[in-house]
């Protein structure tokens, strides 16, 4: 449960936590977020996470509101108050506050930021990896900057409900060319037919998943190579092995996409083996 939220240097009772409906955030959807797991009280990844937060705000042209150094305050301190040991942080930050209008407001508008903390169980979670997800493929109809964090959801939150209301648990997004772009909240991996392991390049089109960097030195300590390539959801259907990567799921196997079995129908081994190597490798920062 979310007992406190961070809003604007204050730290404010839940039910008493409030923005203001002309909030950029609220009308235009312009804002930008992060979601940093909690393990064991310590953020996984802060750096990577900071470093895409400041780049999101650089590329909105949002002034950042705060230093490297205050921002790990703010996480630490909502993560403190809330008692999170094992859970999530989100991170949210707005243009600001001004006068409904298209136009950017006058440079010195205070960007709106909002924290909050909540607890994750990781034994829900890992009753999940154990036994896969069943992913809905859908066409992307997002922008094209997907490769920014911001809060314009709605594309994700119909897929992701579209995918429940036909039974799986998330969702794909495919392009106009037929290639997976990424998940719904999260990237998409397959092994292939000859083992190999794949991935979207980045490019506008996905998130560059801070899950996804860190997968990929967990792959370099392994001696596993990566082929960055798109692939269709023929192929992943036919594919060895086929999971998700989140801060929140981290990695996900994922057993079955519109309807059809990957592999033999179970997770995969190198997923199960990836998830299990990635805290030895992501950065825990301290408390
Ligand atoms: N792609 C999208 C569209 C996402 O929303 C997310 C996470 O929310 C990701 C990928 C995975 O990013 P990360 O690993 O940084 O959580």
């Known amino acids: 449960m979310t007992r406190i939220v961070y809003v604007n240097g204050r730290y404010l009772p839940y039910a008493e936590a409030a923005i203001h409906p002309e909030d950029r955030g ?3 959807g312009d804002a930008v977020y992060e979601v940093c797991e909690v393990r ?16 999101s705000l650089g590329e909105l042209g949002i002034p950042e509101p705060m230093s490297r150094a205050a921002w ?3 996480l630490r301190e909502t993560i403190r108050r809330n008692r999170v040991r094992n859970g999530l942080v989100y991170l949210q930050v707005s243009r600001g506050v001004a006068r ?23 034994t829900k979670a890992e009753s999940q990896a154990a036994k896969g997800i069943a992913i809905q493929s859908t066409p992307d109809v997002r ?16 897929a992701k409900q579209r995918a429940r209301e036909s039974g799986a648990n998330d969702a794909w997004f495919v392009d106009e060319k037929g290639y997976v772009t990424e998940g719904a909240s999260a990237n998409a991996w397959i092994l292939d037919r000859d083992g190999k392991l794949v991935t979207r390049a980045l490019d506008n089109a996905i998130l560059p998943g801070v899950t996804r960097a860190t997968l990929l030195d967990v792959l370099k300590r392994e001696g596993i190579a990566v082929v960055e ?14 999971f ?4 929140t799921s981290l990695v996900m196997p994922v057993v079955t996409i519109d ?4 592999g033999n129908g179970a997770p995969g081994l190198l997923a199960l083996k990836l998830r299990a190597a990635f805290h030895e490798v992501a950065e825990r920062a301290p408390a």
Request: glycine share 6%; proline share 6%; aromatic share 8%.
């Open 26 to 28: 609220n009308q235009f």
């Open 40 to 55: 064991e009280g310590r953020l996984t990844d802060e750096t990577r996470h900071l470093a895409r937060l400041e780049r």
């Open 72 to 74: 790990g305050r703010v």
């Open 100 to 122: 409904r209008d298209f136009f950017f407001p006058a440079p010195d508008t205070l960007p709106t930021v909002i924290c909050l903390a909540r607890r994750l169980s990781s």
């Open 143 to 158: 922008w094209g900057r997907c490769d920014i964090k911001t809060v314009m959801l709605l594309p994700a939150t119909m």
């Open 229 to 242: 390539r798109p692939f269709t959801i023929e192929e992943a259907q036919g594919a060895r092995e086929a």
């Open 244 to 247: 998700i990567t989140s801060a």
């Open 259 to 262: 309807g059809k079995q990957v």
